[in-house]
C-alpha cells in the first residue's frame, strides 16, 4: 500500500507494517517511536527517532517501518511546495560547495603537515 502524500498529513504505521511512499519530494518528521528508512536513493538505511526529520528527493522509493516492531510510530509528511525546488537546488550547491571547502583545507593541512616534517629534516642536517 502506498501512502499518498501530496498534502501534508499525518499518520499512524502500525508495528509489524512497513509503507511505502509514493516518490513525491518532500519532508518526513517523526513524531512518536523510531522508524527504520531504507532506500532513500543514497544507498544508506536510516533509523530516525521522535523529532528527526528526513528530506526525500523526487523520484526515491523509500519505505518506512517501525524500528520496534511490538510499537507503532506516528509519522507526519510535508511535500515540498512546488516553489520550493529552487531552495533545494541552492541547498545542493552550498552542500556541494562545503563539501569541496572542506576538501580543499584538507589538503592544505596535509601539504602544510608534510612541510613541516621537511622543515625538521632539512634542520636536523639530514638532508
Do not use: Y
Amino acid at each position: 500500500m502506498n501512502a499518498q502524500h501530496h498534502t501534508a498529513r499525518t499518520w499512524h504505521l502500525d508495528a509489524g507494517r512497513a509503507q511505502r511512499l509514493d516518490p513525491t519530494p518532500g519532508e518526513l518528521t517523526v513524531l512518536k517511536g523510531r522508524v527504520w528508512v531504507t532506500g532513500q536513493g543514497d544507498g544508506d538505511d536510516r533509523v530516525l527517532s521522535r523529532g528527526e526529520r528526513l528530506h526525500i528527493g523526487a523520484g526515491s522509493d523509500v519505505v518506512v517501518e517501525p524500528w520496534d516492531r511490538a510499537h507503532g510510530a506516528v509519522l507526519h509528511w510535508a511535500p515540498q511546495r512546488r516553489g520550493a525546488r529552487a531552495f533545494g537546488l541552492r541547498a545542493w550547491v552550498a552542500g556541494f560547495f562545503a563539501a569541496l571547502a572542506r576538501r580543499a583545507a584538507s589538503s592544505a593541512s596535509r601539504a602544510q603537515g608534510r612541510i613541516s616534517a621537511g622543515d625538521s629534516i632539512a634542520s636536523s642536517g639530514a638532508l
